[in-house]
């Protein structure tokens, strides 16, 4: 990594680096034509324009990337990542615009979740010295502001405090507090000044939300240091309080999604996703950059109900695949700007090149982070895939499983080292593979994309049964045996999870040292699907004790999953499953998926006994 220098300068001015098909594609605000200043209609009023551009849940992107394959991102969509992309969009926004009437926001989850952001996390830690490559390339693209996401804190306080430091622009968090003195611990809010020619300047506050399920997901790492309030409720204190200080417009970074809804149900009383309800509820709001649900919303139009006046909300998707552009458009009346209306769209990224410049700053990290992943650690007997790992037993989570289950295994002491030792394991990355032959740590990683670590707790036979049945609420029924396509069983929409249940909110669980089995029976009402269920061949009784190896996430609460964050907890391992499977490898050598998957399978879908056929 590059040693310490001086940050560049930050880029205020944009070139007009993207190709003119880019230009065709952006639209302008329809009063006035163009962003800038217009003349006074006859009245003595003025009136301006400006743009907002909005990133979200970059989590680690910076070039067109992906590292699991090693090769360029694509997708079924055709879809490109990285800042490098949203670098040449936000130049051509500054050109169209003019750079001097625009601001660059982000909304959260920034530094983890590529392979670049875990090296300089864990591997060559930026603590140890060295700059952040987000942060370098978010200084050099010139962010105006950001705002915490829950991801910011899974490589813990110091971590995400070095990278806070080096950033030339604000992180936000209005409803992130001390613990020991209640203040904030973040900035919760910046104003930032434009200057129309000719005329007053404008003040635009930017208030950052952040999400309080982070006092859930990374309780290890938060808990008695910091507290996450509602964001309603932060809102409701600090927009006033940014009306006070002479914003003319707010708005608002929320890591937080559109559709109302919470994952950890009523575990805590602010709801995960909040941005709907906070432009509904707090008055003086203009705009909302939402983030955190990964969705695509170009714009959403929600009226404050105290008002009546409307609210714009805008996603950008996820991973720098899209930039949500709001026009904001001011009359400036008796000495006063008022906001006449905001239009919101979204810039797709696969329009434009890499802007060269942001992959020249970053080529060493990346070819540093290409040659670790690429390193062979190993080799496998035999090929395994995630593919099928929603629907049907796969050799690929029982190796999760298995390394997870021996790491919990080998840390019990007392009259727990005698329990049966049982473990959970999401199937987290669809395209997940480890080849026959050579094993790479990339190979590896693509199984465990989350920054997850190990924990052991206690369970009894009913809590494993009540466990498992909350597991396959994910699956939709069916009236009759048969052969179903996966998308026909897989996600279900519950209360918790309007839009279907992701899939790592749904578990497989499996025994190290003998066979768990049950049925999954599609054909039962939710919360009685679970049946036959044994271990080693004999029914589970309800007061049989267990050790679980669950990751951090869940045994947190992270999913609403029960028992699980009452139970006792056995084993704390405060180290990334990840690196523990890269560990496992590395040790072992040799991965012979015949040492830990049975010949037949652990679980099976059904209908009234009769195996479900599924197909991709």
Request: hydrophobic content about 40%; glycine content about 8%; overall charge negative.
């Amino acid at each position: 990594m590059r040693s310490p220098t001086p940050r560049r300068t930050r880029r205020r001015l944009g070139v007009a680096t993207a190709t003119a098909a880019l230009a065709l594609a952006l639209t302008t605000p329809a009063t006035p034509a163009t962003a800038g200043d217009s003349p006074d209609h006859g009245r003595g009023d003025r009136t301006y324009s400006f743009t907002v551009m909005g990133t979200s849940d970059l989590h680690g992107n910076v070039l067109n990337w992906d590292y699991f394959k090693d090769a360029e991102y694509d997708d079924s969509a055709h879809n490109d990542v990285g800042l490098a992309k949203i670098s040449t969009l936000v130049d051509q926004v500054r050109a169209d615009r003019g750079a001097r009437n625009t601001l660059l926001v982000d909304a959260g989850d920034t530094i983890q979740g590529t392979s670049l952001a875990y090296y300089y996390a864990k591997v060559e830690p930026i603590t140890s010295g060295g700059e952040h490559p987000m942060a370098a390339a978010m200084n050099a693209i010139g962010y105006d502001a950001a705002a915490l996401g829950n991801h910011e804190f899974n490589y813990g306080i110091p971590l995400l405090r070095t990278f806070q430091r080096q950033l030339d622009f604000p992180l936000l968090g209005a409803n992130a507090t001390s613990a020991r003195t209640g203040k904030p611990a973040f900035a919760p809010y910046v104003i930032e000044t434009l200057h129309p020619r000719g005329a007053k300047p404008v003040r635009v506050g930017i208030l950052g939300l952040t999400n309080p399920g982070i006092a859930i997901w990374d309780k290890a790492n938060v808990e008695g240091q910091m507290q996450f309030g509602g964001l309603v409720e932060a809102a409701r204190r600090y927009v006033p309080e940014m009306r006070r200080k002479g914003a003319d417009v707010v708005i608002v970074s929320a890591h937080s999604g559109a559709d109302t809804s919470s994952s950890y149900g009523d575990t805590l009383p602010f709801p995960e996703n909040a941005a709907t309800l906070v432009a509904q509820q707090v008055p003086g709001i203009d705009a909302i950059l939402v983030g955190h649900a990964h969705q695509e919303i170009p714009e959403r139009v929600v009226t404050n109900t105290a008002t009546g006046r409307p609210v714009v909300l805008s996603e950008p998707l996820r991973w720098g695949m899209r930039l949500s552009v709001f026009d904001v458009d001011l009359t400036l009346h008796r000495g006063k700007w008022g906001v006449d209306g905001v239009d919101a769209q979204v810039l797709n990224a696969n329009a434009v090149p890499e802007d060269p410049e942001i992959v020249n700053l970053l080529a060493d990290e990346h070819a540093t982070v290409v040659d670790y992943v690429n390193s062979v650690i190993g080799s496998s007997t035999e090929a395994m895939s995630a593919a099928t790992a929603r629907y049907e037993d796969t050799a690929a989570l029982d190796f999760i499983n298995h390394v997870q289950a021996q790491a919990v295994r080998a840390e019990l002491t007392g009259a727990d080292a005698d329990l049966p030792v049982l473990s959970i394991a999401a199937p987290f990355n669809r395209e997940a593979a480890i080849p026959a032959g050579d094993v790479s740590v990339r190979d590896v990683a693509g199984l465990y994309i989350y920054d997850n670590t190990l924990l052991g707790i206690r369970l009894t036979g009913a809590q494993v049964k009540a466990y498992l049945e909350k597991s396959a609420e994910y699956f939709k029924p069916v009236t009759a045996a048969g052969t179903y396509p996966s998308t026909a069983l897989t996600n279900a929409p519950t209360a918790t999870a309007p839009n279907g249940t992701p899939d790592y909110n749904y578990d497989v669980m499996r025994g190290l040292d003998a066979p768990l089995t049950y049925d999954i029976d599609l054909g039962q009402p939710v919360g009685s699907r679970i049946t036959d269920l044994a271990y080693d061949g004999a029914p589970v009784a309800d007061t049989q004790q267990f050790v679980i190896a669950i990751n951090n996430y869940r045994q947190s609460g992270g999913g609403s999953f029960p028992g699980v964050t009452t139970a006792p907890v056995l084993v704390n391992r405060q180290v990334e499953i990840r690196q523990l499977l890269i560990d496992w490898v590395t040790e072992q050598q040799v991965i012979d998926p015949a040492t830990f998957t049975a010949t037949n399978p652990d679980w099976r879908l059904t209908y009234a006994g009769e195996p479900l056929t599924v197909t991709p």
